[in-house]
């Protein structure tokens, strides 16, 4: 059965297209990752799918349901913005969230309990929420979308302003989630999470779904066309080689978009500088995003700070 | 619409509003400052002017300057602390010691007074008035009065007038306590001039004190009650107390919920709490919350105010049968003014915003303030009626009315209640409409056609 169903969906604001016949299906109890440039119509979609906005045209599902009131208590949802009361403790406000979602304090009480070790929130639970740090409090709202022991889970960027441990320790979260039959949907701008995490990738660009699949899938479209190499003189060395469709810099090496031979353009770069590294590989889901995003792009793309 | 939902939110903004320092303060910081600014307006008026006043006076009469300084060497009788001394009396002795000062007269005699009769020597009025007019600019004078000759005739002409000259034009304590000096004397010269009495004018002319009573009823025994006396004070503070406390009840609770919003809204709350409840009960909830906040504040108010009552013996005071109505009323205005500043915090994102459209929702419950004395006087006047029928005016209004003599008809109440509950509950949907469309929306706050369109939409 499908946790999300979104058949022909359409969203206008003004004369602005957000989201385009958009139709979508997303499996129970798998992690289905959202990625697309800012304002490609994301966060549209999940407000969609949360009833906080009603499609123009087009119908959405959710579990079997309409949105709104009747599933609204299955869904945890952490939308991109979020915010805590500030003069609450942490753990007034996720019994406070809680009760929203129909559950008692002490069914609250009891799922918070269950994450407390598993995201090291303890001795921050009786703080007010002023007083937590960015992290913190971060964890406190992932917590507060999970108190009511959702079905499905729809995160907007979860992972965004969280440092390596506790983003790991999200992830965690995520995948135990997960592992207990949540359907889970993400937004994010981060490709290796979506790369490590989702069953499956759904990409929207300009209000119109341009990617759906599992990663293998969606790779399998884009072929081996790219080759990892790793040079003595970096990017310089590749410069005037023919048969280069595009080149992302990562500094220590350059991902080469190539179509024609091989061999040819290994012993082509051969002849101009030593080799250290050279693979032939399926393009990264952060280059496809790249390609789609930016088709114009410029011949030669820095890709700094990524993996 | 789940009623659970509704309560958990309500309680989670009764928490909130109650907890605020802004209520713990208000409720005792308020009687406080209240009687605080009574005592500090009564001390100021006696206290604030206290520079020397030096008065010169050329006298062409050469008969009134020793009345005049006389009068500025008495205590002033209307002094609390110059009561029961022997006082002057400015008409000529013989005055009814048990009648009440009249409530109008405000004359007060100026502190630190100093009158310097002017001898005229044979100089212009002219000249003396250009030299004294030097001196007060100089500040050896504060101002100077000038009495013609012909003020003692008795047919003085309407024409024939006393000048004061000063700098100082704004203090009108000193020409008024000057003018009650001078005809004072004027009038006991004429009568002496015309070979009359004065002590036996002043007992001919007594007032008698007419005291206002409740009306006369036969009690159980068949005997005709005589009617209490009712005080002034007495038939102004249940009225204005009940119209008081209602419109600080609504103040303490309604315009709070504005920043409570635009707080949620800033920090981004107002997503996560759509994502489990319906604006609507998120509306019903807050609504709840401050009305309980409402009653709980008025209720602890009228609890003390009975308990004084009772203490003091001032049990006539206590009228139970207003309560139902108070509450009545009360619950009405929040909803509605709770309506109108949670749809102004929804409409805007940001505090400078909402509180420039705050400013006409202040006005609209500042009006019936203004109006309760008009109405107190004449509570039945057509203008009266009107305005405690009009639905932002009528919950404070009509309690007014209800606690002041005579009560009005109970029609009027019942039309009263009937129109207010429905403006109530108009503005709730309104408030409903906005709330569903304003509370995602960040950014610059709509104009009016825009916010039209949110409430037809």
């Not at chain 2, 009025?125 to 012909?150: C, H, M, W």
């Not at chain 2, 004070?233 to 919003?261: D, N």
């Not at chain 2, 108010?301 to 509450?327: D, K, N």
Request: glycine fraction near 6%; hydrophobic fraction near 45%.
């Amino acid at each position: 059965m499908a946790a999300i169903v979104i058949r022909d969906v359409s969203k206008q604001f003004g004369t602005v297209t957000a989201v385009d016949a958009l139709t979508l299906e997303v499996p129970e109890g798998s992690i289905y990752g959202f990625i697309g440039p800012n304002g490609s119509g994301k966060t549209t979609t999940i407000r969609m799918i949360m009833n906080l906005l009603v499609p123009d045209r087009g119908s959405i599902e959710v579990l079997g349901h309409a949105p709104g009131s009747g599933v609204r208590d299955l869904i945890g949802y952490l939308p991109e913005e979020r915010g805590l009361y500030k003069r609450m403790t942490a753990r007034q406000v996720l019994r406070y969230y809680g009760q929203l979602k129909g559950r008692s304090v002490s069914d609250v009480d009891a799922a918070v309990a269950e994450w407390i070790a598993p995201l090291d929130v303890g001795p921050w639970l009786d703080k007010k929420v002023n007083a937590l740090s960015k992290g913190m409090s971060q964890k406190v709202q992932f917590i507060s979308t999970i108190v009511a022991r959702p079905r499905l889970l729809i995160l907007d960027e979860p992972f965004s302003g969280l440092d390596p441990v506790n983003a790991d320790v999200v992830r965690a979260a995520v995948l135990e989630l997960r592992r207990r039959g949540t359907t889970i949907v993400f937004s994010t701008h981060d490709m290796s999470s979506a790369e490590r995490m989702c069953d499956r990738i759904f990409m929207i660009f300009q209000g119109r779904k341009v990617l759906d699949g599992s990663l293998d899938q969606i790779q399998a479209r884009y072929g081996q066309d790219t080759i990892r190499v790793r040079t003595e003189r970096g990017p310089a060395a590749l410069e005037g080689l023919a048969g280069i469709d595009a080149v992302t810099d990562f500094g220590n090496y350059q991902d080469v978009r190539f179509s024609g031979d091989a061999q040819a353009f290994l012993t082509a770069l051969a002849a101009r500088t030593p080799i250290r590294h050279f693979e032939l590989t399926k393009p990264s889901l952060n280059d496809i995003f790249i390609r789609i995003a930016k088709p114009s792009g410029s011949h030669v793309t820095a890709q700094a700070g990524a993996d | 619409m789940s009623i659970a939902r509704s309560l958990a939110v309500a309680n989670a903004e009764f928490q909130a509003l109650i907890r605020t320092k802004f209520f713990i303060f208000g409720i005792i910081l308020l009687p406080v400052m209240i009687g605080a600014s009574i005592v500090f307006t009564n001390y100021a008026e006696k206290r604030v002017d206290t520079d020397p006043h030096r008065i010169a006076v050329i006298d062409e009469t050469n008969r009134l300057t020793p009345a005049v300084l006389a009068a500025a060497a008495a205590p002033d009788p209307q002094d609390d602390t110059a009561k029961d001394t022997t006082a002057v009396p400015l008409r000529g002795g013989g005055q009814d010691p048990e009648a009440t000062p009249n409530e109008l007269d405000i004359t007060r005699k100026p502190a630190n007074l100093e009158i310097v009769p002017i001898a005229i020597g044979g100089k212009s009025i002219d000249d003396l008035r250009l030299d004294l007019s030097g001196q007060v600019r100089a500040k050896t004078l504060y101002g100077f009065v000038d009495i013609p000759a012909d003020v003692l005739t008795a047919d003085a002409s309407d024409a024939t007038r006393m000048d004061y000259y000063t700098e100082n034009t704004s203090n009108s304590d000193v020409p008024r306590w000057l003018s009650k000096v001078i005809n004072a004397e004027i009038t006991r010269d004429r009568f002496a001039s015309a070979h009359v009495d004065m002590s036996l004018t002043d007992r001919l002319s007594k007032t008698t004190r007419l005291t206002t009573r409740a009306l006369v009823e036969r009690d159980a025994n068949g005997q005709v009650r005589h009617a209490r006396e009712v005080h002034s004070w007495e038939t102004f503070a249940v009225p204005f107390g009940l119209m008081y406390l209602m419109f600080l009840a609504v103040m303490m609770s309604a315009p709070h919920m504005m920043t409570a919003i635009i707080e949620e809204k800033t920090s981004r709350i107002s997503e996560v709490l759509l994502a489990s409840v319906t604006p609507t009960e998120l509306l019903a909830g807050k609504l709840i919350g401050i009305t309980a906040v409402s009653v709980l504040l008025a209720v602890l108010y009228l609890l003390t105010a009975m308990y004084w009552a009772f203490a003091s013996g001032e049990w006539t005071l206590v009228q139970l049968s207003l309560l139902p109505w108070f509450l009545v009323f009360l619950i009405c205005a929040v909803l509605m003014f709770g309506s109108l500043f949670l749809s102004v915090g929804a409409a805007c994102s940001d505090l400078k915003d909402a509180q420039s459209m705050m400013q006409p929702a202040m006005f609209f419950m500042l009006i019936p303030i203004f109006m309760a004395t008009i109405v107190l006087r004449a509570p039945n006047s057509a203008v009266a009626v009107g305005a405690s029928l009009f639905p932002t005016a009528a919950p404070f209004l009509m309690m007014l009315r209800l606690a002041a003599t005579p009560p009005p008809p109970v029609w009027q109440v019942l039309l009263s209640v009937v129109l207010t509950a429905g403006a109530a509950s108009l503005f709730v949907w309104v408030a409903g409409r906005i709330f569903r469309v304003g509370l995602l929306m960040q950014g610059k706050p709509p104009n009016l056609p825009e916010l039209l369109k949110w409430i037809r939409a």
